[in-house]
């Protein structure tokens, strides 16, 4: 995938736009784990994401961690770059979840287009709505939901995102996702078991009953 | 107050743009209590508050809310107009704390406004950067925070909305701002008595020592 294809506006930038764009965007690899981005403090860029997968997460002051979402190609990551909105205040933290390649677009370049067509600025609207949303749906999750049907959901997303039934996951990887101590997702994935709804290995889980996991989520 | 001095870019729009604006707008006024927006089928428009004060909340299947943020004037809502941003889907409630005076823009116009002005764009993305990050901040709460210092907070920010350390305002109230049951901010606020924050009277509360308070939250 070329950048000019991945870029979502592209067709609705002037030509100079696009040169300037293409010459500052840097295409760059991140292994699996790496953290690119730590809180309000960075402004890491923009990140278009090409390969692999991205986690934004946040972290309690005692290094809990809860996933608002995740980000894939060609998804478009602006929580990396605070400083491009003034009231964007937030300590989010980013890793990559896989081996992944993307490209940095530097916050400055994209201010000045920001500011010069109102596509990149509507663009960005549409993204931050987006996330926006999600957070939304978390925290009614979080405040509402119980925990079997935010693991069902959790289970199947991810069966969803590896093309596959059978999850190599951790129990205390599940729950850094879901903000919840490892015991409670150990007990909640025996139940499943009992249930017929999983089957649990060593590092690994497996989907039984993907319809009866989405009747519950 | 008049349009043109509470809305924000309103110098940045041409003379055209002004004129189309302003006769869309609609000056409105809703008593204390009233229902504005009821999630996502509504679009409601958006709002510029000239006067009193909104709130916007989240329910729950079973009529539990929480408070996300509060809009005083000249604070602009952008979630009453879901239909502007194609990628927001959330169910917010929003409800005005007390007797309210706002101008109401219709959705067809800001998103012709949008998408002709770099600077409505921009400032809409400001807007919603910033209701993200109470969001956020919100959610980290909820996830980290004890309802120690989450009480300790909601009093003193209403305090400070309020302009007075006497609070007229019941535990039920506060509960529902908080999502938390009534007697869990009963048993806090005896606790706080107890320790000689706050004074508790039949529908009222008195900051005996926001000093104090200060540091718990």
Known sequence: MEFSEAFPVWSDLTGEQQKQLSQAAVLRSFPQGATLHRGDADCTGLLL??????????????????????????????LSAPCVLHNLHLEVQIESERDTQLWMIPP?????????????????????ASRFSQVIWLLEQILWQKLDRRLADFLLEEADLEGSSHLKITHEAIGRHLGTAREAVTRMLRYFQEEGLVNLSRGAIELAD????????
């Open 108 to 128: 400055e370049n994209y201010r000045t287009l920001m500011a010069q067509s109102p596509c990149v600025a509507n663009y960005t609207n549409e993204v931050m």
């Open 49 to 78: 994401v090409r390969s692999g997968r991205l986690r934004a997460y946040i972290l309690s002051p005692e290094g809990r961690e809860i996933t608002l979402y995740r980000l894939s190609p060609p998804d478009f990551c602006l």
């Open 210 to 217: 993907p319809g009866r996991l989405a009747q519950l989520s």
